[in-house]
Structure formats: C-alpha cells, structure tokens
C-alpha cells in the first residue's frame, strides 16, 4: 500500500484537470469562443483589427478585443447576440459577392473595401462594432480585452489606483 495514496492524488488530479478541460471546452476541439462559433470569431477578430489596425502599436488584434466582445456577448451585450450574427454573415456575404472568398481569407486592402461597404449598407451593425472594438482596445484589461494595457501604455495612460494606493505609488507606463 506505499503506492496507493499517491496513485490516489495522481488520479484525483488528472480528473479535476481533464473535467475542467471539458467544461471550458478545451477538451472537445470547439471553438475556442465563448459566444462565437471558431469562424465567426476569426471573422470578428479580422473587422477589429481593420477598425483598429496595428501600426508602431498593437492594434485592436494584439489588445485581443475580439475576447472583450465575446466575453461580454454572454454577459451585458447578450440583447446584441442576434445582431452579431446577422452581421457577421453580412460581412462574409459581402466579401463573397465583392472578391469571391471569406472575409478572413482576404488581403487587408480588400477587407478595408468590404468593410467600407458594411459601413454603408449594415450601419447599426457597423457602429455596434466600432463601439464594441473601441472599448474592448481602450477598457479596462478585466473586461475581457486591452491585454497587456497595450492601449493604456500607448497613450499614456497609467494604471488605475489600486485600493489604498496612489497613482504615484504605480510603476511608470512605458
């Protein structure tokens, strides 16, 4: 019996971890989303980084912005589910009847394009999105979005106070 307690813990660890797997839904090869399916996710994610695209600064892409959405599709944007849907295929509509393939699948001045065109015909989606990217780049990183506070060091910005904190007491931005 010298084996059997850590035979035990071992087993006892393996399941805790491959349970939590599955119920976050690592263990299946689903979407890695909460809300989106794996497509649209990618699709989301291509339109924030058009909206916000990365220069000599992350972008919408690398603030993982997408996530915000997401994440907040299931909690306060839960009225917007329908209108992600609807746009999100909008979008593919469009990029299949503009340049012939998925707006993923497209170079980024053809998305630019298609993008511009979403602008025009889908407005309220268009909008709901920009507003969703923006604050998803430029929140607050436990919301789901701005990783790193990339937005947060690109502007300036320095970390907001911790409890019984200064300012003056945070590391410097930069």
């Known amino acids: 019996m010298p084996n059997s307690r850590r035979q035990f813990l ?8 491959a349970g939590s ?15 989106f399916t ?3 996710g990618r699709t989301v994610d291509a339109i924030c980084e ?24 299931t909690r306060a944007f839960k009225r917007y589910r329908k209108a992600y849907r609807e746009g999100i295929a909008a979008v593919d509509a469009a990029s299949r009847k503009k340049f012939g393939g998925r707006f ?3 170079p980024a001045g053809q998305q630019t394009e ?9 407005a309220a989606f268009f ?8 604050q998803g780049f430029y929140g607050d990183p436990r919301h789901g979005g701005n990783r790193n506070r990339v937005s947060w060091k690109m502007i300036g910005v320095p970390f907001p106070p911790i409890r019984g904190r200064e300012h003056y007491d945070q590391p410097k931005v930069g």
């Not at 909008?127 to 923006?134: G, N, S």
Request: aromatic share 4%.
């Open 21 to 35: 797997a599955i119920s976050c839904g690592a263990g299946n090869g689903a979407s890695p989303w909460r809300f």
């Open 50 to 73: 058009r909206i916000i695209p990365a220069d000599r600064d992350p972008g919408a892409k690398e603030a993982r912005a997408v996530n915000y959405i997401d994440l907040q599709l």
């Open 104 to 106: 993923v699948e497209l």
């Open 10 to 17: 071992h087993a006892s660890v393996s399941a805790a971890v």
């Open 114 to 122: 298609v993008i511009a065109d979403i602008e025009k015909s889908s």
């Open 38 to 40: 794996a497509e649209e």
């Open 127 to 134: 909008e709901l999105i920009l507003a969703h990217t923006r």
